[in-house]
């Protein structure tokens, strides 16, 4: 997984007792979107040609409580039976697929029939896989990320772009926190990050955007 984030997402336990005087400070839910504009040009016989798009829309499945600290970023939160604080683990999240596919066959070098029109099964709107998880945690000092643990590549034929994931060209979609003073005095604090790349690959050329947003409430 995304080596940087990692190593940067600091793991914090406290000992059962001191976790029994922690208190939640906030709660907070994610939302994303990915959407990946695509076309394909197979000079091959017969081979795939036009475009189509992938849009990935999530969010989590419900707010959760936490404390964000700094030095660098982290979420906090009780995470065992125990009593033991740490970063908040994967969350699970709601949220739908669509696949558009608007292919045809190049023509055949002799001008004839390709045979039967493009096999789309798995093309049109999914419910994300059951059991899908969206992680919100600290990144260092300035960033929080968000990443989505879901591949959007099991669709059968329906074609797609280069996006097969909601990672980005350098790790994951990071989020810049305001200052910690802010979050002690607004009620409602929204942060949001965006990615934009674009790439090619054979005979595909992607155009992806991804987004998110996490909403923080502070509890009292």
């Known amino acids: 997984m995304r080596c940087a984030a990692l190593a940067a997402a600091v793991l914090l336990l406290v000992s059962a007792p001191a976790a029994a005087k922690f208190h939640d400070t906030h709660r907070f839910a994610a939302t994303g979107r990915l959407v990946d504009r695509w076309t394909i040009d197979d000079p091959q016989e017969c081979g795939p040609v036009g475009d189509g798009t992938l849009t990935v829309d999530f969010a989590s499945a419900k707010p959760v409580k936490a404390t964000p600290v700094i030095d660098p970023w982290a979420l906090l939160a009780p995470i065992d039976p125990f009593g033991h604080v740490g970063s908040v683990p994967p969350k699970p999240a709601v949220g739908t697929i669509d696949l558009v596919d608007n292919t045809v066959p190049r023509a055949s070098y002799d001008g004839s029939d390709c045979g039967t029109e493009p096999d789309k099964a798995g093309c049109g709107s999914h419910p994300l ?50 200052s910690p003073s802010k979050l002690r005095t607004r009620k409602v604090v929204r942060v949001t990050g965006t990615s934009h790349s674009h790439g090619t690959r054979r005979y595909t050329t992607s155009d992806v955007m991804r987004t998110a947003t996490v909403t923080f409430t502070r509890l009292r």
Not at 144 to 164: E, K, M, N, Q, S
Not at 165 to 178: E, H, I, K, N, Q
């Open 129 to 178: 896989n059951p059991g899908t998880r969206v992680t919100v945690a600290g990144y260092d000092r300035r960033f929080i990320y968000v990443d989505l643990g879901a591949l959007f590549t099991d669709y059968g034929p329906c074609h797609l772009g280069l996006a097969d994931d909601f990672s980005t060209r350098d790790g994951v979609l990071r989020l810049r926190m305001p």
